[in-house]
């Protein structure tokens, strides 16, 4: 049961942290971050996220596996992606995928999105029935994101976007299995050096998460983290844009704190990309 807690949490934090509010610009940027996972101290996981901001699209995409002592027990890799359209300043998703790998088994998810709306979305393996399981309706597939574009952070304004503005926010989130939203928090602020990449503030939000729907209310897993009032995101910025994203997350388990953090955090403009690049003739 630890472990079904602790994996849940980390994927629900981890892949759904933060939403998008924007203003009518957006810079571009690139950020190449590497993370690793522990769980009381204890390194299990490890994982790689690459984001692209372009005038008028984005993309996003992550994967990550089991590390360390875990693996004599579990092992486990997933990988996921996300792109869409920068209208009117507002990151939109228009695909998803993701796929995870266990030694139990694989599931797939893939869904197409417009304005906001689920159009489509496949799930394999199909959902067990459970007579418990709150239905996902088709009215809470709209106004949604999907995770991996969650995941960017837009800060309105013209100030520094790294600031307590960050956290005041609730995500609407729908990940092909559950619909719920995470409510954040301005809690405070803190100074962080990546070993390679990022050195500075970040903004460190609470992160409170509500279930609407697709879940069983009675399971464990589901309980302990609507329960919970302790977890933590650390937003940090993509250069040259307004947007943050997470460099660490942090969430308590019955075993130990679950923490994700980032080991590299390379954020650049996409001039200074080209500039650091060897030319060719």
């Known amino acids: 049961m630890p472990w079904t807690v602790f994996r849940s949490a980390i994927g629900v934090v981890v892949a759904t942290i933060a939403a998008a509010s924007a203003d009518p610009a957006l810079a571009q940027g690139r950020l190449d971050a590497r993370y690793a996972v ?20 984005f993309t996003a995409a992550a994967s990550g596996a089991t590390a360390g002592l875990l693996r004599v027990f579990a092992s486990g890799q997933g990988s996921g992606a996300s792109r869409g359209y920068i209208v009117s300043g507002n990151p939109v998703p228009a695909s998803f995928a993701a796929s995870i790998t266990t030694d139990k088994k694989t599931e797939e998810i893939r869904m ?23 239905p996902v309706t088709e009215a809470h597939r709209r106004g949604v994101s999907d995770p991996m574009t969650g995941s960017l ?15 005041q926010r609730t995500n ?28 500075g503030p970040v903004v460190v939000c609470s992160v409170t998460f509500v279930p609407l729907a697709g879940y069983v209310p009675s399971r464990a897993a589901v309980k302990y983290l609507t329960a919970q009032r302790d977890m933590e995101v650390w937003l940090a910025p993509v250069a040259a844009t ?11 388990t019955p075993i130990g704190v679950g923490v994700m953090q980032a080991t590299q955090f390379i954020a650049v403009a996409p001039h200074a990309a080209a500039a650091a690049s060897p030319r060719t003739q």
Do not use: H
């Open 153 to 167: 952070m837009r800060v309105s304004g013209t100030g520094n976007p790294v600031g307590p503005q960050a956290c």
């Open 112 to 134: 197409t999105l417009g304005s906001g709306d689920v159009k489509e979305f496949i799930v394999t393996p199909e959902v067990p029935p459970d007579s418990e399981r709150i």
């Open 38 to 57: 522990t769980l009381a101290g204890m390194p299990v996981g490890k994982g790689a996220w690459v984001i692209d901001i372009a005038e008028n699209q």
């Open 242 to 252: 307004r947007v943050l994203v997470p460099f660490r997350v942090s969430v308590p």
């Open 172 to 199: 609407q989130i729908f990940d092909g299995r559950m619909r719920y939203n995470l409510q954040f928090a301005y809690k405070r602020m803190e100074q962080v050096k990546a070993d390679k990449g990022y050195e």
